[in-house]
């Protein structure tokens, strides 16, 4: 099993999740989150006082998918999420070790 | 028979001869209250639209401005004058004001509202009840020392803040409110004042004493912890800019209503207020789009707020034309004042009270000066009669004088008043937080609660 997180741009997050709903990933956990890569932030000016704004509001995808399906996933991520512009964001991918679902202790791909 | 019809001629003579006059008096009596019911009815909404800027239009004004863990904090310091000044007022504040007394304070003949009914008290207003005289100046009581929390916002004590207030209301607003508007006051233009100067909605009273004391305090206080370190952006411009579109229309019942009367000077001061603060919107956005390359949110609804302080005196006593040039010049003055001005000298008026009420109240009177016309208000006439010239556009060049005087006066009081009202709260008190309770916010930290809570 791999867990696949992404963070993308918020206005993306629709396209995104219908993208992922095309090719049969509907369970995810989603969070708002704040940061930046090479993307630099913006200046605000508030009665003359300025403030560089430099984390910028992300949306963090979080799912875990059979090994097997993990790449198909990584490229519907890759092409719904960009618009080739800097601040798309990042996907960072991890080995699973075991996953549970609780209410009936599934283990396993069987748990997802 | 000829003596019964002699009898009844008599008698119709008699009935007629009382009728006349009877007529004409119940006549009079009927204009009389149909004029008092139209001017009841429109100072009645005026105090409720001066209220309506206290809270919600300047707790959202200034709530928005704050941080996030202050917002609460900010909002209470203007909604507890609502109920702290009102219990004053009615014990002796308004007698304090509006009583007859010496130059300087009234007597104490209006104590415990004693007197004040529904019988007008024809020196101040002849055609409503003197209660919704007393109520509707009331509600300046209450804006007044408000616009001073925007000074020390984010960290001063709840506690030494009502001691505050209470002190500031009875040492430097009744006495300054009395010196203009009361009875023998000092600079009541209209009621014997020695130095006539107009203030016909408070630049003076409300606006001077208000932005000068909040520099006071923002001195007296110091900055806030962090300031220019951390980011103090305002948390939320969307409750900052409703409150000051609360603040525009709530102006109508500071200005219009100051009239007090539903009359055709009513409505120019409705008009020079409007007008005022249309011109001042722009005059900041200009000014700010110039110099950093775009018009803000915060800097159109700001210069608003400018151009209504600065209207707030002359708006009884100019025409649209000059309105429209103070709101403009107010709008580029006191944007230079919160921006160039404030960062020169490096004081932390947090919220600009001083910036924005100071500067354009004080640029306000003193052009009050230069504008006010007797074809607007003709209320002060020579002996036989004939309108006074006001301002110097009616050649009355001295009045820029009396201007100049009566806001030295509301300087050097709310100065003098302040300084010392601070020193006695710090002695008893203590005016500020401690740097623990500043950093968890005034929200915890003075009233145990959050403005957004997550876990609700």
Redesign the interface.
Known sequence: MKKIEAIIQPFKLEEVKEALKGIGIDGMTISEVRGHGRQKGHKEVYRGQEYVVDMLPKVKLEMVVPAARADEVIKTLVSSARTGKIGDGKIFIYDVAQAVRIRNDDRGEAAL | MTKLCGLLSVAAGALWAQTAPDKVAALEGAVQSAQSAGDNAWMLTSSALVLMMTGPGLALFYGGLVRKKNVLGTMMQSFILMALVTVVWAVAGYSLAFGEGNVFVGDLRYLFLNGVGAAPNADYAATIPQQTFMVYQLMFAIITPALISGAFAERMKFSAMLLFMILWVLIVYFPMAHMVWGKGGLLNAFLGGKVPCFDFAGGTVVHITSGVSALVCALYMGKRKGYLVE????HSMVLSFIGACLLWVGWFGFNAGSALGASALASSAFVATHFAAAAATLGWLLAEWMR?G?P?V??GI?GCVAGLVAITPASGFVKPMPALFIGFAAGVVCYLM???V??KFGYDDSL?AYGIHGAGGTLGALLTGVFATNQVNNALKDAAGAPLPLGLVDGNAGQVANQAIGVLVAWVLAIVGTLVILKICDAVIGVRVDPDQETEGLDLSMHGEEGYSYEA
């Open positions: 980011p103090m952006k305002p950093t775009k803000s915060l800097g700001s919160v921006t160039a404030k960062s600009d």
